[in-house]
Nanobody
Framework: QVQLVESGGGLVQAGESLRLSCAASGSTSAINGMGWYRQAPGKQREMVAVISRLGSTNYVDSVKGRFTISRDNAKNTVYLQMNSLKPEDTGVYYC??????????????WGQGTQVTVSS
């Protein structure tokens, strides 16, 4: 079992930055892919960014060039640096971790979510 705890959400104005963190505990040695997903009101949850244990990354097109995902394997923590935030980035951001060989696939562990609100 893997437990995930997110932090760093909040209310910002358009153009500002936020940094999300997600700390994993439990069976962390088995984690391969980690990532961030978000869900806006009335919309389906979508992948924002994912990163493999070795540092390969993948982003949804709408955040490329603005968001950066990184991880510290020694601390079992994944980060999401979000710059130039837009109102459409508003939503609940969830941390995700998986133990499968395909790091880009959705994992089976989820955090509780952290709210990000961007005002115009």
């Amino acid at each position: 079992q893997v437990q995930l705890v997110e932090s760093g959400g909040g209310l910002v104005q358009a153009g500002e930055s936020l940094r999300l963190s997600c700390a994993a505990s439990g069976s962390t040695s088995a984690i391969n892919g980690m990532g961030w997903y978000r869900q806006a009101p009335g919309k389906q949850r979508e992948m924002v960014a994912v990163i493999s244990r070795l540092g390969s990354t993948n982003y949804v097109d709408s955040v490329k060039g603005r968001f950066t995902i990184s991880r510290d394997n020694a601390k079992n923590t994944v980060y999401l640096q979000m710059n130039s935030l837009k109102p459409e980035d508003t939503g609940v951001y969830y941390c995700n971790a998986g133990r499968g060989a395909k790091w880009i696939a959705v994992g089976d562990s989820w955090g509780q979510g952290t709210q990000v609100t961007v005002s115009s």
